[in-house]
Nanobody, 126 residues
């Protein structure tokens, strides 16, 4: 089992920045690819960013590429999502997820992920 706890969400004005963190506990963190997904009210969950176990491979949704950056610190069992130039349409609950595979793929589909955090709210005002 892996437990994931997100933090760092909040209210920010458009154009601002936030840094989300996801702390993992349980099994060996470096065995996992990690992803961030988000869900806005009345919408389906969507992929945001992913990173493979080593950090050498990342993937981004088109809507966030160039504004968001995913990274990980395996020594701290933590994955981060740096969000810059935030827009009102980025408002959502952001969830991190763990994919128990140690390979070179940063997976973009939610069914690939085995464990999920409870989420942290990000609200961007216009």
């Amino acid at each position: 089992q892996v437990q994931l706890v997100e933090s760092g969400g909040g209210l920010v004005q458009a154009g601002g920045s936030l840094r989300l963190s996801c702390a993992a506990s349980g099994r060996t963190f470096s065995n996992y690819g990690m992803g961030w997904f988000r869900q806005a009210p009345g919408k389906e969950r969507e992929f945001v960013a992913a990173i493979n176990w080593s950090g050498g491979r990342t993937s981004y949704a088109d809507s966030v590429r160039g504004r968001f950056s995913i990274s990980r610190d395996n020594a701290k069992n933590t994955v981060y999502l740096q969000m810059n130039s935030l827009k009102p349409e980025d408002t959502a609950v952001y969830h991190c997820a763990a994919d128990y595979r140690r390979d070179a793929i940063a997976r973009t589909w939610d069914t690939a992920y085995d464990y999920w955090g409870q989420g942290t709210q990000v609200t961007v005002s216009s």
